[in-house]
């Protein structure tokens, strides 16, 4: 008669199987803890997941702007460099240089007489280079610093000149005295044109001999006769009023667009401030 088995060996045999599939498996303990731990906290590794990936994108961001800002910056200075480096320089005319110019003389007006003042004035004139515009700009007496805004009625003044009150009011104080080569000019500002149209043709009486001996032309003045008139000619659509002599010019004036006057000596010298006058007037 076999024995019977008892309760014991049963175990025995269950342990093993446990073991058998433990082995089987390859588990352990510590993978087996793990996995509990998942499953009891999944939410916590999820939301520390998040959060690392939000401050990378934060990061990445804050960097990004970062970078596009310097470059930008870089642009803007590249730019500004270029166009500094490319632009004109912006040059300031005096208040009374009307035109460009190819010098600009200063003469100190220390002459206290007509004759000493027209002696400077014409020596200034004859020391003239080929083909040269130039500005005469006057200082005063007892001043070096040129005096951009001298009056023209002041000039008058020391000119010992007869021209009508109404004239000289007509006139805005600045104004400009020059020569191309040897041809002497004024370029005078208006205030009114009507009265200084009506001025200028009351003043023809005696401008020859006023304001003669200051252009280049004065010699004719000599052989001058008394009842020599201005007449009316027109060059190139302007009206002009003109002194001749001889078929030579000996004095001209026009106005232009009714807010300068111009006094010269030669129809091509007229046209060439006419020409600048205009060029003035562009946009740029």
Known sequence: ???????????RTFQGDVAEVLQRERGSLVSIQRAEHLKKNPLHDTSSENYKNKSESFFLLVGSLLLFTLGAVG??????????????PVTTASA?????VDAEINLNLTATSREALIDILSGAVMDGASKELRHFVFTKEGTSKPSYLFPISEFLERLEVHAPGNLVRAFDPPF???AL??????????????????GMLAWEKTLSQDIGPLFATS??????????????????????????????????????DNNKLIITDNIDTLRILVDRLIQEKLPR
């Open 176 to 178: 400009m005295f020059g």
């Open 1 to 11: 008669m076999e024995p019977e088995e008892t309760p014991l060996k049963q175990i």
């Open 181 to 198: 080569e040897k041809s002497t000019f004024l370029i005078i500002k208006l205030s009114s044109f009507e009265n200084a149209f009506a």
């Open 219 to 256: 010699e004719l003045l000599r052989n001058l006769p008394i009842d020599s008139v201005f007449t009316d000619i027109v060059d190139k659509n302007k009206d002009i009023r003109i002194l001749m002599f001889n078929d030579q010019t000996v004095l001209l004036y026009s106005f232009f």
């Open 96 to 100: 009374n240089r009307f035109i460009p």
């Open 75 to 88: 642009v803007w200075h590249a730019y500004n460099a270029f166009i500094k480096g490319g632009a004109t």
